[in-house]
């Protein structure tokens, strides 16, 4: 296997744009493929892709694989792995990244067992680095490394794939950065022939009507949350926190064991298995700061921390530590905020 192949990033497209989880994965593929030594390339599948190289290209992308047919859109699995499969064992690409979304978690894991390659889900990081077989003494350059938190998050795991290629990995939205590599940054644009990759019989599921619901909370884009934890202690004090959320102009935010508690929805949750935020202000109440928590806020601009524990792991990650009880303390800061805003 050549060591040249080239980093692909799948795109996801819907309604004429391409998801920010894979505008993210292209500016990370743009750092990871110019310390390779190779090309980045994107993949987007999918019907009336005119002109979707323009979204693509400023990220990066030296070269932009379009697959058009109107049976592509919106996505099923069988025709969009088999695009994948089929092209994968023509281009060989060293590296497959996507977004650890509904599609990214369907797509994944049919593309890597048909290519026997293996995929790590849910990183939180992705570097290039070497790597020792302890058993073998076979030394290995330029893998990637897949870093995610494992058993429960008390460890974060590096894991590497060093003989089957692609060397898989998703991500969630959020975790990476999404920069614009140059505005007038040229990209090759290849267009596919929809039919020598994908076979009729693909296409046996067609989708008749699809209904889409938005969320409704807007916590990712939030310039300031406020998030509760399992010391918050009840769904009552939780009322606390969307009182001074109320006041700040903030979202409320809340941890794993808050949600699983009763206290907030899902849809709030932050971390490795919610969303991955980065405001400017995140006031941490009553959280004690798992390792899943924080890989989905660590790169908030300041973060205060609310506890009555003085030795909770997030006091360490904090900017500002207030001890003390929740009930005791946000009625506190409600009432001074409310004061000095006015």
Do not use: W
């Amino acid at each position: 296997m050549a060591d040249n192949n080239n980093l692909i990033v799948y795109c996801e497209f819907e309604d004429g744009k391409v998801a920010d989880v894979s505008l993210e994965l292209l500016t990370k593929g743009r750092h990871l493929a110019d310390q390779l030594g190779v090309k980045l390339e994107a993949l987007v599948i999918g019907d009336n892709l005119k002109d979707v190289e323009k979204q693509i290209a400023p990220y990066g992308a030296d070269v932009i694989y379009k697959v058009e047919d109107a049976r592509l859109y919106p996505y099923t699995s069988n025709p969009h792995a088999a695009v994948l499969i089929n092209l994968f064992k023509e281009i060989k690409p060293q590296i497959c990244l996507m977004g650890a979304t509904c599609i990214g978690r369907d797509l994944g894991p049919r593309v890597s067992s048909s290519l026997h390659s293996g995929l790590t889900a849910d990183c939180t990081s992705l570097e290039i680095g070497d790597h020792k077989d302890p058993k073998t003494g076979k030394e290995y350059t330029n893998l990637l490394y897949q870093i995610r938190p494992a058993f429960g998050g008390n460890i974060v795991a590096t894991i590497v794939n060093p003989d089957c290629r692609p060397q898989m990995a998703t991500v969630r939205e959020g975790v990476m950065k999404k920069e614009v590599y140059s505005p007038d940054h040229k990209a090759e644009v290849v267009d596919l022939d929809a039919k020598k990759y994908v076979s009729d019989s693909d296409f046996v599921v067609e989708i008749i009507d699809r209904h889409i619901e938005k969320s409704k909370i807007n916590i990712k884009n939030s310039p300031i949350i406020v998030a509760g934890g399992y010391g918050v202690g009840s769904k009552e004090n939780f009322d606390l926190l969307y009182e001074l959320a109320n006041t700040l102009g903030a979202e409320v935010g809340a941890s794993r064991a808050a949600v699983d508690a009763g206290y907030c929805e899902h849809e709030r949750q932050i971390g490795q298995t919610g969303v991955t935020v980065r405001p400017k202000l995140y006031i941490a109440c009553g959280i004690s700061g798992q390792i899943q928590h924080i890989a989905g806020m660590q790169e908030s601009s300041i973060i205060i921390s609310v506890n009555n524990d003085p030795n909770a792991p997030i006091n360490t990650i904090a900017d500002y530590v207030i001890t003390g009880n929740i009930e005791d303390v946000l009625p506190k800061l409600i009432k001074y905020y409310k004061k000095n805003s006015k």
